[in-house]
């Protein structure tokens, strides 16, 4: 894992030392044991390329970067791991010499055999940048998934990117406020790929490249390489419940396996939850002595406290367990998450990953997670009340509808009331909005009520639902669910935190659950093995019950959530006061009057806004370090 970043000028300018310099020392946190960097004016366009490195595989100098092939002539720059590069190696071993023994050269000659084709071939988790000086051309990719980010700008003059935004504007792109992405930051708490709400910021999409060069008009789209496929519905192939299940085993024992290789101490991050436990079992059948677990928990709020169900786990694998609390105090830390995040990121479970981050850090470089179980079996209720909700006559619907609006909200945020009331008021709307309803921050109706300047523009809100709905027409709903979450809130909320938060502390993430070869797997099987009735991960549940106590395979969702409610009734409090009531700077587009009302409303418990408010104070935190509005 390791940050990468560079400048390709069009017109052959020579790229300054200092500006490079500049642009790695954004990224020190992600990779703070080397530093390489290259410039080439020789002719048009000119490159200038950085590299910080977090030294997982082949600890040696041999295996800096950027990383040639034997003249010199392809230069690599990686961020993350390339699972199979052993085997791709030994089909390159005949023809080319290396230098190293780490995945990052195999790239570097596997693109001179394949060309474009090299990036096809990676498993694992990625964004890369290839510089061909034959050609003049540069190649951006990014894995299948998205684990790992890649952000570019280009204007008539250049092109910059980065693994994080605060590199692009170390090297002098503009911090302009993109208004247009507004409202979808405020709906979901983040901006949808490709957009962000850096004005000209672009994220790559996963499983994409870009090239560009001397002979390129410019910075052409991004083009697909590869897309999770799901059969259409009605036509998964016929498959017995214990026979996925063996699959689905191995599967993951492959997946597992293939991410223990490392040359640095490795742990993994441990919930309550099947998916990380189910990894924690299998990790205990292959590494050798006892693994070391990581979890957190919140004091004073049973709930959201995961320690005992972790600990149960660690016990019955006699893992090496540690486990931290967070406390209300750690809400101070908002600007140091926006530091890493570098938009605003609406989803406070970052905090406590942070801060398990931290933790696991003292001790490994390297940590699996459960992240993906969800995703690729079925694990969440929405996924259920999509289900059921498209079972439900219209005029049954509304009647639903209109008998939830008599009921109080309540002030919880995670009460059965309030998620029966949620699924009834939404469960007439059309399919797309209820699924928006169901996953948003703000609803459509509660941004018109705080809209001042066009950030409810209901079209653009719900685009990119309808672009990831659309490429998957015709697959089963459940397999269209599965497509959405994986493109968005997996791409752009999960991934994102994950990765952050972790190398915040030079700490490199693996999830075995977001394996390729599994997921294209799972998605071929029919909607019953993945959720049957209410329950979810059957498949996957069956494939480890020899390997987990019995409660956590029965345990009901439970999402990594955060105590806010109560957090912003008393420690947070203040910040609230002082940042969104008194003329914040996001006045300029939501109504004063109304985020007022929203913070009454939460004080006396006529709902739980905590969610809202967390999304609005990362925003008005980022508005005033940019000095926008």
Not at 229 to 236: H, T
Request: glycine share 8%; with cysteine; net charge positive.
């Amino acid at each position: 894992m390791c940050g990468i970043a560079g400048i390709l000028t069009f017109d052959g300018a020579p790229v300054e030392q200092a500006t490079l310099a500049a642009m790695g020392d954004c990224l020190r946190h992600r990779g703070p044991d080397a530093a390489g960097y290259h410039t080439d004016a020789s002719a048009a366009p000119g490159i200038g390329l950085v590299h910080r490195r977090l030294s997982i595989i082949d600890l040696s100098t041999a295996a800096d970067q950027p990383l040639p092939n034997e003249d010199g002539s392809v230069l690599v720059l990686l961020n993350g791991e390339v699972y199979n590069f052993r085997e791709l190696r030994s089909g390159l071993a005949s023809r080319h010499s290396f230098r190293s023994h780490g995945d990052t050269e195999v790239i570097a000659h596997l693109y001179e055999d394949r060309g474009e084709e090299v990036v096809a071939a990676l498993d694992g988790m990625f964004a890369l940048a290839i510089w061909d000086a034959r050609t003049r051309r540069l190649l951006l990719a990014r894995d299948h998934f998205g684990k790992k980010p890649l952000y570019y700008w280009h204007d008539g003059r250049r092109l910059v990117f980065g693994s994080e935004i605060k590199a692009l504007l170390a090297a002098g792109v503009p911090a302009e406020m993109a208004e247009e992405n507004l409202g979808e930051y405020l709906a979901f708490g983040y901006v949808p790929t490709p957009r962000t709400l850096f004005r000209g910021i672009h994220k790559l999409p996963p499983a994409s490249l870009v090239v560009t060069g001397a002979d390129a008009a410019g910075v052409g789209p991004p083009r697909a390489y590869w897309d999770l496929r799901f059969p259409p519905a009605g036509e998964a192939g016929r498959v017995r419940l214990p026979d996925a299940a063996d699959r689905v085993r191995d599967l993951l024992f492959a997946a597992v396996r293939k991410r223990l290789v490392a040359d640095v101490p490795l742990g993994l991050l441990l919930s309550g939850g099947v998916d990380s436990a189910a990894v924690a079992a299998i990790m205990a059948r292959l590494v050798p002595g006892r693994v070391k677990t990581f979890t957190v928990g919140f004091e004073g709020d049973a709930f959201f406290d995961e320690r005992p169900y972790a600990r149960s786990v660690a016990r019955a694998l006699d893992t090496e367990h540690h486990a931290s609390i967070v406390r209300p105090e750690a809400g101070a830390l908002l600007e140091t998450l926006l530091d890493h995040h570098d938009e605003p990121f609406g989803d406070s479970s970052a905090l406590p990953t942070y801060l398990v981050a931290r933790e696991a850090r003292a001790h490994v470089t390297v940590v699996l997670n459960g992240d993906g179980g969800d995703e690729t079996f079925a694990g969440y209720d929405r996924f259920h009340a999509a289900l059921l909700a498209d079972r439900i006559p219209s005029p049954l619907a509304h009647a639903l509808r209109a008998a939830a609006r008599l009921v109080p909200e309540g002030p919880g945020y995670h009460t059965r009331r309030r998620r029966i009331r949620r699924f009834a008021d939404k469960a007439a709307l059309p399919f797309d909005e209820r699924i928006f309803a169901w996953t948003s921050f703000f609803d459509l109706p509660t941004l018109r009520t705080l809209d001042a300047g066009h950030v409810a523009d209901r079209e653009r809100v719900l685009s990119s639902y309808r672009e990831a709905l659309q490429r998957c027409a015709g697959a089963s709903l459940l397999s269209r669910l599965l497509y959405l979450n994986a493109r968005t809130y997996l791409l752009d909320d999960l991934l994102p935190k994950m990765d952050r938060m972790t190398m915040a502390h030079g700490l490199e993430a693996r999830s075995p659950m977001l394996d390729r070869a599994l997921m294209e797997y799972v998605a071929g099987l029919p909607d019953g093995l993945k959720r049957r009735g209410g329950r979810g991960k059957v498949v996957l549940k069956k494939a480890v019950a020899d390997m987990l106590p019995r409660a956590i395979l029965s345990r009901p969702k439970h999402g990594f959530g955060v105590p806010l409610g109560e957090w912003f009734r008393g420690e947070l409090r203040p910040r609230v006061e002082s940042l969104l009531l008194d003329r914040p700077r996001l006045a300029r587009w939501l109504r004063p009057d109304a985020l007022r009302q929203m913070f009454a409303e939460h004080l006396a418990g006529a709902g739980d806004r905590g969610h809202q408010l967390w999304t609005l104070l990362t925003l008005e935190l980022w508005l005033r370090r940019h000095r926008i509005g």
